[in-house]
């Protein structure tokens, strides 16, 4: 288990910001291991494993980080100092000196504008706010993705999300909206759901419910054939996580290198 240290500050639902970084810790920890490769690009030369994002929901302030302002008067400046980085003319803020380092290895945008003045995470997650498309309609950028370069087998899925569960809605990490429930993303909320291994239940059991479920489909497929495909999908995609040991391997961070965790 990584444990960040320090005050317990909270979001205005109850949500602490050092859970909600211990949660991101575990999501780049596990996400950075070789069983869980995401999006695999096509084109020739360099290939990525996989685009991890890490939310910092109602986070650093970019006068305060990567956009010091050191010229700008007091009341619009942050109240810390800029250090150089590698790359010439760029400061970071003097509370990052390892991502000063690695600056020549980042590519900071300055340009994204928040359009309304609230906490909702829809902006950063889709490109648009909610007052210009409805909020349900408009994907997650990692359902695009996940629609774009599908899985890399048959049981990983292309897209993890571990964003944080809010009380009030437009907090929360949005779906695949008009592309369809079959790239929503999985996610693993709670104790026996993120266990993702079968309990209670022998495996004739298992194969029995789904030769049921099979024949379930069969018969909806002749009296109504809409929104089956998306089921499908969901429903094989919940197989191969249950039946296969690992997507759970991939997520159990202790199987990282200690070098690594400690750098998290």
Request: glycine letters at 8%; a negative charge.
């Amino acid at each position: 288990m990584l444990r960040l240290f320090g005050h317990a500050h909270r979001y205005c639902d109850g949500v602490s910001r050092r859970s909600f970084l211990q949660i991101g810790g575990l999501a780049a920890g596990g996400l950075s291991l070789a069983d869980l490769q995401a999006v695999q690009p096509r084109s020739a030369g360099r290939q990525h494993k996989a685009v991890i994002m890490v939310y910092l929901s109602g986070g650093l302030p970019h006068q305060d980080t990567f956009d010091m302002k050191p010229e700008a008067p007091a009341e619009v400046r942050g109240e810390f100092q800029p250090i150089q980085t590698t790359v010439p003319g760029t400061q970071f803020c003097e509370l990052l000196p390892k991502l000063s380092m690695v600056a020549d290895k980042c590519s900071i945008v300055r340009s994204c504008v928040g359009q309304r003045d609230e906490h909702s995470s829809f902006q950063n997650l889709t490109g648009y706010t909610m007052g210009e498309v409805q909020r349900d309609g408009i994907p997650n950028f990692g359902s695009v993705i996940a629609r774009t370069w599908g899985q890399v087998n048959e049981v990983t899925p292309p897209f993890v999300d571990l964003f944080p569960t809010m009380q009030h809605r437009p907090y929360n990490s949005t779906g695949a909206g008009y592309l369809g429930s079959a790239f929503n993303q999985v996610r693993a909320d709670g104790e026996d759901l993120a266990s993702m291994q079968l309990r209670y239940i022998e495996g004739s059991q298992f194969q029995g419910r789904q030769s049921l479920l099979e024949q379930l489909d069969t018969f909806r497929r002749q009296a109504d054939s809409r929104n089956l495909d998306n089921m499908q999908e969901s429903y094989q995609r919940a197989f191969d996580v249950l039946t296969s040991s690992r997507l759970v391997e991939a997520m159990n961070v202790e199987r990282e290198d200690a070098s690594v965790l400690a750098m998290y």
